[in-house]
């Protein structure tokens, strides 16, 4: 580490000891009894969730058996707040109460009094005690707009004594959430903070004065997180879906009451809408960039269907680092950019010049994802440079994860430059050329990556090149050994043809080919972590070379018809 990186180090460090210095001393005050403010009487409105249900799994939580996170959990009549649970993201997905739409799917009177019976045990056994992981910022805004959304299904049948009970904790969580919003580490949870508590501030009676403040907060943490071009600044897909899944009832909610819509607030959901279209592929599914793991089909679809900008999806997003080649039926996403901040990167994968390639209604090449529900040891991995579909060297990353607990896995080191270009405009082909730096400092190598999909939208060339500084061979006395790597969706069935050609069938039987005449093709097993249904083992096909032996490859995909 260089003098300048430990200046940066040490700059971090204190900006993360700061900030927590002044989370706590929100915290100090919040812990105040909540009566020394005054109770909302009644609720006002439950704003609509957008997000889909199952009946089954509510059917399953009348008998003490609770489905979440991947996992079967029985709790055998006892309170699951009083266990042990399986799981961090178990505890995640119970704490913040999203399976209250399950409850809402089934409809019955057995499940909106079991739903009340679980919540009124939340409060008695967790209400309070704001240390542990039912209070960290995420969950606390989640499970508020929860409550605030399936307030009909959990008062249906309750006496006042609950009303009261639940309007009491739901001020409490008001006084948490604008406590500590302001000191939130991440980017996301902090904006579904001030999602929640401009939900809040509508649902419950309020002055038009916290109305408005509610929504000011909320338009400013938009515009620090939204990028000029729709992105979000975490540079995940997956994120601008969940933030829509809860903007486009926010945003009903206010003009269903009649109050002034925040003033970014709509402008904002509209550069949204492009920016999400242009992640998904022609089968309907996102693309799985930064932190993306699988999302269902028909939550995306009911956030389209508010979608009124219209025109075909942008060709790139400058801000948020991304290029679309999209040609007939075939469409190519690539990863041309870098985290745009130590904060935001902590979910950051290094998988800079990765793609995603699509055709009809099937994903042939993919990156691997990020788990749903795994563990902490599965996300990390997760986010190495060989989890997506890249070049990588020296089986190394090309950007460095702190492994600091303090700061947490933010990138701090590596990629630092990415340089792209537009090739074959008004000819009808579209391509790319990018580079970046990221083993510049282990190799003195930069990575270069051409595609071009050509006018039918049937042939599609890559060039992967390693280049030194004047942008020439590398030395001969270079060591670099790189892989060129391609994930295959598990859907795709993978058939050597030879030992520089792979076949790629769909479950249609649509056909790809992938040749490259200056290297074997290699067929090795990999692990999809986007599954719907957990992590599974699939394939990915590497074509190896080396700075000095064959610093350049030339690879073909070919529809078959």
């Known amino acids: 580490m260089n003098i300048s990186e430990g200046r940066q180090q040490i700059g971090l460090y204190i900006r993360e000891a700061h900030r927590r210095f002044l989370m706590g001393f929100a915290l100090g005050r919040v812990v105040m009894p909540v009566s020394f403010g005054r ?17 089954f799994v509510a059917d399953e939580m009348l008998e003490g058996r609770f489905l979440l996170a ?14 042990e649970l399986p ?3 178990f505890a995640n997905r119970l704490h913040s109460f999203g399976w209250l739409r399950n409850c809402r799917a089934a409809g019955g009177d057995a499940h909106c009094a079991r739903a009340r019976s679980i919540l009124s045990d939340w409060i008695a056994i967790c209400g309070r005690e704001t240390s542990t992981i039912a209070w960290e910022p995420d969950n606390a805004s989640r499970r508020l707009i929860a409550w605030l959304s399936h307030s009909t299904i959990v008062l249906r049948g309750a006496d006042l004594k609950f009303y009261r009970r ?10 948490f959430l604008r406590a500590i919003a302001p000191y939130v580490a991440d980017s996301e ?16 009676p309020a002055s038009d004065a916290t109305i408005k403040r509610a929504g000011r907060d909320l338009d ?8 000029a071009d729709g992105g979000h600044v975490s540079r995940n897909p997956q994120v601008l879906l969940e933030l829509l899944l809860d903007l486009l009832p926010l945003r009903q909610t206010y003009i269903n009451l009649g109050h002034p819509v925040p003033q970014v607030l709509m402008p904002t959901i509209d550069r949204m809408f492009p920016a999400l279209r242009f992640f998904r592929h022609q089968g309907g599914e996102l693309a799985l960039f930064n932190g993306a793991s699988a999302s269902l089909a028909n939550e995306l679809a009911s956030v389209l269907r508010y979608d009124e900008t219209g025109g075909a999806p942008f060709k790139a997003l400058p801000y948020m680092g991304y290029q679309r080649l999209a040609v007939g039926q075939t469409v190519v996403i690539v990863d041309t950019g870098q985290p745009l901040s130590e904060q935001d990167s902590r979910k950051a994968h290094a998988g800079c010049l990765s793609f995603e390639m699509s055709s009809g209604n099937h994903r042939f090449v993919v990156n691997s994802g990020s788990p749903r529900f795994a563990g902490q040891n599965y996300r990390q991995l997760a986010r190495a440079t060989a989890a997506h579909s890249t070049v990588t060297l020296d089986d190394t990353s090309s950007m460095h994860f702190s492994k600091s607990e303090y700061l947490g896995a933010i990138v701090d080191g590596g990629l630092t430059k990415v340089d792209v270009q537009r090739l074959g405009e008004g000819s009808g082909a579209e391509g790319i050329a990018a580079r970046h730096n990221g083993y510049w400092e282990s190799t003195g190598l930069i990575v270069e990556r051409d595609i071009q999909v050509n006018s039918g939208g049937n042939i599609i060339r890559g060039r992967d090149r390693l280049v030194g500084g004047d942008g020439n061979d590398p030395l001969s ?63 990915q096909l590497e074509i190896a070379f080396s700075a000095a032996g064959l610093p350049e490859i030339q690879w073909v995909f070919s529809k078959n018809h």
């Open 39 to 55: 109770l909302p009487d009644r609720l006002i409105v439950a704003p609509t969730d957008l997000r889909s249900g199952d009946s």
């Open 477 to 539: 006395t270079n060591a670099a050994q790189a892989v060129a790597r391609f994930h295959i969706h598990p859907a795709i069935a993978i058939e050597q043809s030879g030992r520089n050609e792979v076949r790629l069938r769909a479950p249609d039987g649509e056909t790809w080919m992938l040749s490259c005449i200056d290297a074997p093709i290699h067929v090795e097993e990999s692990v999809f972590f986007a599954d719907p249904s957990g992590i599974r083992l699939s394939h």
């Open 87 to 89: 799981s961090v993201e």
């Open 220 to 227: 400013r943490e938009l515009e620090r997180q939204i990028c």
């Open 189 to 204: 949870a902090r904006l579904r903070c001030r999602i929640a508590l401009a939900m809040a501030s509508l649902a419950l």
């Open 166 to 175: 639940l309007l009491k904790s739901i001020a409490f969580h008001i006084r």
């Open 70 to 83: 991947g996992r079967m959990f029985e709790t055998g009549g006892v309170s699951p707040f009083d266990l």
